[in-house]
């Protein structure tokens, strides 16, 4: 008895259609991305995720612009941050000579106006274990516009005496005393008789002079050294 074969059967008429009954256009691509009509793709290679997004934004154009302006504010003002604020530089109170002394005392200006007490009192009195801890209080006691205006003092070129060095602060061009600074241990620091008048009024080395600008001297009578 011969046996009964089934016909060979055609290609399957639901082969090729989506839930739609659609068609299907499948394309392989060099990359190995399969990409099936109506947007989606099965990642071989690249993934259309670009498409999407710009079909978004496309859909949502108010959404998608106030995103960008967004983003972009924050990228500038990352930017600035970072630029404008850099950190205080302790170690330049090991640099030798007179360049030293100049470097300690404007980085000791950078710590007032970014209330850093710690930078602070390594720069000037690293001995003391009490500095930080008045400084903080200082320091807080100011708000940052005030603190900013440490900028308006000028230095002069650091000259030396007998006990180390000291450099020439000034306001608007008219002279307010000296900085003076000795070495201890092979290192820059303020002269130890102006900390502790600094310490005893709870001012910074150049917010002192911006307190006595703006009348608000908490030592009455107190100046900085004038030689």
């Given amino acids: 008895m011969l046996e009964e074969r089934e016909p060979p059967r055609g290609p399957d008429p639901r082969q090729g259609q989506d839930a739609r009954g659609g068609q299907n256009q499948v394309n392989i691509l060099s990359g190995g991305s399969t990409t099936i009509s109506g947007?989606?793709?099965?990642?071989?290679?690249?993934?259309?995720?670009?498409?999407?997004?710009?079909?978004?934004?496309?859909?949502?154009?108010l959404l998608a612009g106030g995103l960008a302006v967004v983003v972009l504010s924050g990228s500038i003002w990352t930017g600035v941050s970072l630029g404008s604020d850099p950190a205080v530089d302790v170690s330049v109170v090991e640099e030798p000579g007179l360049p030293g002394a100049l470097h300690t005392?404007?980085?000791?200006?950078?710590?007032?106006?970014?209330?850093?007490?710690?930078?602070?009192?390594?720069?000037?009195?690293p001995g003391d274990s009490s500095c930080e801890t008045t400084m903080n209080s200082a320091f807080a006691a100011k708000s940052q516009s005030y603190r900013d205006r440490v900028e308006e003092v000028g230095l002069g070129e650091p000259?030396?005496?007998?006990?180390?060095?000291?450099?020439?602060?000034?306001?608007?061009?008219?002279?307010?005393?000296?900085?003076?600074?000795?070495?201890?241990g092979g290192r820059w620091q303020l002269n130890t008789s102006d900390y502790g008048l600094l310490k005893l009024c709870g001012a910074g080395l150049f917010l002192s002079l911006v307190d006595a600008k703006s009348q608000e001297l908490k030592c009455g009578m107190f100046q900085l050294p004038t030689s």
Wanted: hydrophobic residues 45%; contains cysteine; proline residues 1%.
């Fill in 39 to 61: 947007g989606s793709v099965v990642a071989g290679g690249d993934v259309t995720i670009i498409q999407k997004a710009r079909q978004w934004a496309f859909a949502n154009p």
């Fill in 105 to 125: 005392v404007e980085q000791t200006r950078l710590a007032e106006r970014l209330g850093d007490a710690a930078s602070w009192c390594h720069l000037v009195q």
């Fill in 159 to 184: 000259e030396k005496i007998d006990s180390g060095a000291q450099v020439a602060l000034s306001w608007q061009g008219s002279s307010q005393g000296t900085a003076r600074l000795v070495q201890a």
